[in-house]
Nanobody
Framework: QVQLVESGGGTVQAGGSLRLSCAAS????????MAWFRQAPGKERKFVAQ????????YYTDSVKGRFTVFGDNAKNTVYLQMNSLKPEDTAVYYC?????WGQGTQVTVSS
């Protein structure tokens, strides 16, 4: 059974940083890659970043380029999203996803 568990969310002031984690069981990230999405209140879920292992360049949505970094730890079967220079508009529930599997989400709130 595939399970994805996000953690690391919280409340931070604008300009601050957070690191989200997505730990997987039941599959290996290195075989599939992984994506991060976010959903702000009252809005649809949107793509944030994705990573494929084996030397592929991670891909980011324009609004987070230069501020967010996605990377993985194969030994821990965990993927991270390092978020720097956070803005109030980054406030959302963040989800990790692999194929059709989704985590439960972790709340990120950025205060101005």
């Amino acid at each position: 059974q595939v399970q994805l568990v996000e953690s690391g969310g919280g409340t931070v002031q604008a300009g601050g940083s957070l690191r989200l984690s997505c730990a997987a069981s039941g599959l290996n990230f290195s075989d599939h890659g992984m994506a991060w999405f976010r959903q702000a209140p009252g809005k649809e879920r949107k793509f944030v970043a994705q990573i494929y292992f084996g030397g592929h360049t991670p891909y980011y949505t324009d609004s987070v380029k230069g501020r967010f970094t996605v990377f993985g730890d194969n030994a821990k079967n965990t993927v991270y999203l390092q978020m720097n220079s956070l803005k109030p508009e980054d406030t959302a529930v963040y989800y990790c996803a692999v194929m059709s599997h989704w985590g439960q989400g972790t709340q990120v709130t950025v205060s101005s």
